[in-house]
């Protein structure tokens, strides 16, 4: 039978991040007549090396801290890690690592070895078995069979068996768990919740300094505002895109996000029975297919770090900022092209070949092949500056130089030994020439492109109309309107006549983003002639005199198509009529 399930949008702390929308699964039984060929975009679209094309030695730790785990799932029985260092059942912490009978993972919440889900509570315990379904499935598909043998997965549960709260009550806890086991890689699918750092900081310190990669989800608030622990400096972060490399709605994007992955139509394991399936959303599913990502890098070269590996993800990334103008800058390096990625790991040589002036952040290779050779960043979107930073050995007196071009004009030019911590090139288009034979090893030049105040990107201020007739709209052409804005538009005509108002495109957010309508000049209630928000047309208004303002204000979450129209001077009387169309 169809059934379909839903995770609440409560902002709680620590929630997971799989949201389901309308998404169903049905037992395997039935897809071969109903779903002959599911949708596998989601790992096709990150250009997965096929099997034999890397060669693992020794097998990886993946800890997932997440709600509750199965371990009879045919996607997912194969795959779990078991500690040989703890003897089964005698109630000692034979490893001394604080856990006793810590066979396969541990369970946080509830301070046991049982990692499972709760009987009977597979409906409500699913995302920790969809997460590392995705994981696992990902890895099949470049390892073959193989996978197993090398993928191990340390299932860290931090919901309580008996929680009425869709949350991580100690997920935190649980990071740290992994760290004490010790994880390789470290998935976090769920973010949200005040971070105390006071009390959680040391447990980054110490994956640091035990070189443990951490990804998490960005998010699913409609948010600019990365949330914890994604938004922590050591913590890789994941935003969502749909099939059509468009932001997923609700995901958080801006300046902390690294990377992004699928958020649509994710084929993953459901637990309600061994072999039930379902297509996971938002973050969560997104942040799983990276982590699986992070795995195969680390599988081929175990010795990266993972700075290393998300090198080698975002600068080999598919920018995504042309299909996400509004966005520009926040999406961080792209879509991740794992063969590509493998290569610029484990091949050196190959790595000038990636770059790619449209990713907002990545880096430019200074060697011999780039020398005097002019190089022109131009990402898509709106940025107040490109920040540069220079990272390898520089001998002392060197005179190589960098010049910077803003973007045919010289604004700078530095001695590579006399660089500056970071250099900021105002503008959204630099050229950059390298003049020198750098040595034996290649600096890097480092970027990163600063995103405009999207609230200002499309609209901003007051902007004044004297002409009897025009158009005005909301600024953002095919994309769509920026959150958080306030703009006006002050008409005035000549004395005697009212003003026309005509609409002609018309998409906000119901009852949330308003364009108002004043009589005259200010923003006063008593002023106010109507308030427009929704798809609907709104329909004609004439103004009463000669003069009428225009107020858009948008809130920081859902936007729309926005607004256009079209004024002219009139002296029909005040009032409103039938849209036109």
């Not at 604080?98 to 070895?113: H, L």
């Not at 443990?212 to 913590?235: E, H, K, M």
């Not at 972060?237 to 709605?249: C, Y």
């Not at 637990?271 to 039930?276: F, G, H, I, R």
Request: aromatic content about 10%; glycine content about 8%; charged content about 20%.
């Amino acid at each position: 039978m169809l059934k379909k399930f839903f995770l609440g949008a409560v902002i709680l702390p620590v929630l997971l991040c799989g949201r389901i929308t309308a998404q169903s699964f049905k037992d395997s039984a039935t897809i071969t007549a109903s779903i002959a060929n599911p949708d596998y975009r989601a790992y096709d679209e990150l250009q997965l090396p096929k099997p034999g094309k890397i060669k693992p030695i020794h097998p990886l730790v993946i800890a997932i801290i997440d709600d509750g785990f199965s371990f009879t799932h045919r996607d997912c029985k194969n795959y779990f890690y078991h500690n040989t260092k703890e003897i089964t059942g005698n109630g000692i912490d034979d490893d001394k690592n604080g856990y006793v009978d810590d066979i396969t993972g541990w369970d946080v919440a509830d301070n046991d070895n049982d990692v499972s889900i709760p009987a009977g509570r597979e409906e409500y315990f699913y995302h920790g078995t969809m997460v590392m379904s995705i994981i696992t499935r990902l890895a099949k598909q470049c390892l073959g069979d193989k996978a197993g043998d090398f993928i191990r997965i340390l299932p860290i549960k931090t919901m309580p068996d008996k929680s009425q709260k869709p949350y991580l009550e100690f997920g935190y806890e649980g990071i740290e768990c992994a760290v004490n086991m010790g994880a390789d890689i470290i998935v976090c699918a769920w973010s949200g919740g005040k971070y105390d750092a006071h009390k959680y900081s040391h447990i980054f310190e110490e994956a640091q300094k035990k070189g443990i990669l951490i990804v998490g989800a960005a998010g699913n608030f409609y948010s600019q505002q990365t949330d914890p622990p994604a938004s922590l400096s050591t913590v890789y972060a994941v935003a969502a895109v749909d099939t059509a490399l468009k932001k997923v709605k609700n995901s958080n994007y801006g300046s902390k996000i690294d990377v992004v992955a699928a958020g649509q139509n994710v084929y993953a394991a459901y637990p309600l029975k061994d072999n039930t399936y379902f297509y996971g959303e938002g973050t969560s599913a997104a942040v799983a297919l990276i982590g699986g990502c992070a795995a195969i890098l680390k599988l081929a070269a175990p010795l990266s770090t993972p700075r290393q590996m998300f090198s080698a993800l975002k600068n080999t990334s598919q920018p995504v900022d042309s299909v996400n103008r509004y966005y520009g800058g926040k999406l961080g390096a792209g879509l991740p092209q794992l063969s590509d990625a493998l290569n610029y790991l484990l091949n050196p040589n190959s790595r000038p070949q990636y770059f790619n002036a449209e990713r907002p952040v990545g880096e430019i290779i200074l060697d011999k092949a780039n020398s005097n050779r002019m190089i022109e960043l131009h990402p898509v979107g709106g940025y107040t500056n490109i920040s540069f930073k220079l990272s390898g050995k520089v001998k002392p007196g060197l005179k190589d130089r960098m010049n910077f071009y803003t973007p045919d004009s010289l604004y700078a030019s530095y001695l590579l030994s006399e660089f500056p911590i970071k250099a900021e090139i105002p503008g959204g288009v630099v050229k950059v020439s390298y003049e020198g034979k750098s040595g034996n090893e290649p600096l890097i030049l480092n970027y990163t492109a600063n995103a405009i105040d999207s609230t200002t990107l499309y609209c901003s201020g007051t902007k004044y109309y004297e002409a009897s007739s025009g158009e005005i709209s909301d600024g953002s052409g095919k994309a769509d309107y920026a959150n958080n804005c306030s703009c006006k538009w002050q008409i005035k005509v000549a004395p005697g006549k009212h003003v026309r108002l005509e609409f002609d495109q018309f998409d906000t957010q119901s009852k949330i983003d308003n364009v108002y309508i004043y009589q005259g000049t200010e923003t006063l209630q008593s002023n106010l002639i109507a308030r427009f928000s929704g798809p609907t047309l709104p329909p004609v208004v004439t103004s009463a005199s000669n003069e009428l303002l225009i107020w858009f204000v948008t809130d920081p979450t859902i936007t729309g198509e926005g607004w256009h129209l079209r004024y002219t001077t009139t002296d029909d009387a005040p009032g409103s009529s039938l849209p036109v169309r």
